[in-house]
Structures are given as C-alpha cells and as structure tokens.
C-alpha cells in the first residue's frame, strides 16, 4: 500500500500563491477546510475536495457545475471544528502518513492553538507539518521523528504539547538526550541549530518542532 501525502488549507492567515502552489504540487490530495477554498481561487488552483459547515467561504452552488471536479462535502455538525471534520474524512478516505497544513498558523490564536490540539489526538503514525511565510511546525512523535537538512543558523524550538518521554536532539546548540519534557519538565524554547542536519525524536507524546524561517 503507497503512503499518499495530503494538504489541507485551513481558514487561517492565507499562504502565499508560491507556498501553495509548491504544496499543491508535492500533494496527492489537495482539500480546502472551509475558507481556505478562498486560497486556492486567488492562486487560481483547484481543490480536489471542499469540505467543512460552508459557514465562511461563500459557499456557491454555481461552483459545482464551474468546477466538476470538486467534491464537496458539507458537514454542519458544531460538536467540531471544520479541521477535526477533514482529518475524520482523511483517515477514513485516504492512505495518507504525511499531512501539510497551510493556513493553520497565525489568525486567531484560539484558532491556532486548536488546530495544535487536534493535531495531538491524530494518529502518531502520520507525519504532521504546519507551514506558512514566518515559521514551520513539526509534530515529532515515537513513529515520525525529525530529520531537518540545510536549516544551520535558524532558531528552533522544542515544545511538548503532551508529555514526552526520552526526547534526544542532534545538531543544536544545546542538545537533548533521553530527556523527558512536559509542560511541567521544561521544554527547549529558542535552541540554535548548528550544523546543516537536525535531528529529533522522543519515545512517546507529541512534540513540537518550531522553525522561524
């Protein structure tokens, strides 16, 4: 079975046409999370799916007969968030174990830090990247552990969303080894890398690799 890799563009700030473009193109699944449909029609790109409650895209039925391609798939339940709704659809529809997400940084903060929590109680098999302009976000879990390459010089922190046991680093100014961080154990907030590979990985719980571009 191929492993797929799938983006998703939340309704958060917008990413540029270039980010998304090159997403688009690395993707095998391309799904606008409500108003992110909005990204997709400034870069002038088609999604494969459109999903969420159409409660901040503009919702128009005329886009089904401009565009007959487009799945779409309205979900009013408010028991969830329009992201919670497309990760349900992506485990059961696809074979995905890589997840880019634009337009889940920055906007809202309740937004941003909602998005981080749902990404927590995805599967820890699925490698799971937040991206945009300024920074780039990393789950780190026992099954998909980091390899960074070419970053030497950027500002990386390490943040444990849940508690993470045996977290080990290479390649930073201060590294870790089988250190067990939580929100109460300390985390590694504005490390350096040093060296043109970084490594990272933790022997359980979701971590979180932050990159300032």
Not at 89 to 107: C, D, F, Q, S, Y
Not at 158 to 186: F, I, M, R, Y
Not at 187 to 197: G, H, R, T
Not at 202 to 213: A, D, E, H, P, T
Request: with cysteine.
């Amino acid at each position: 079975m191929n492993a797929e890799t799938t983006l998703f563009v939340l309704g958060g700030s917008p990413p540029s046409d270039e980010l998304l473009g090159w997403r688009y193109e690395d993707a095998d699944h391309r799904v606008a999370v409500d108003s992110g449909f909005l990204a997709f029609r400034h870069a002038d790109l088609n999604p494969d799916v459109l999903i969420g409650d159409m409660d901040s895209c503009g919702f128009d039925e005329s886009w089904e007969v401009e565009n007959a391609s487009l799945r779409i798939i309205k979900l009013s339940d408010q028991d969830t968030t329009d992201f919670e709704k497309a990760l349900e659809w992506m485990k059961k529809e696809t074979r995905t174990m890589k997840l880019v997400i634009l337009g889940g940084l920055g906007g809202r903060s309740d937004h941003f830090l909602s998005n981080l929590m749902s990404a927590c109680n995805h599967e820890s098999s699925v490698e799971i990247t937040f991206d945009d302009e300024k920074e780039w976000v990393r789950r780190v879990t026992e099954q998909t552990p980091l390899r960074l390459v070419g970053r030497n010089r950027a500002h990386v922190s390490l943040l444990p969303l849940t508690p993470c046991s045996k977290v080990s680093t290479t390649g930073l100014k201060w590294n870790l080894e089988e250190q067990d961080l939580s929100h109460d154990q300390g985390s590694s907030q504005s490390n350096l890398a040093v060296s043109d590979l970084v490594t990272v990985s933790c022997s359980s719980g979701n971590l979180f690799v932050i990159l300032q571009k």
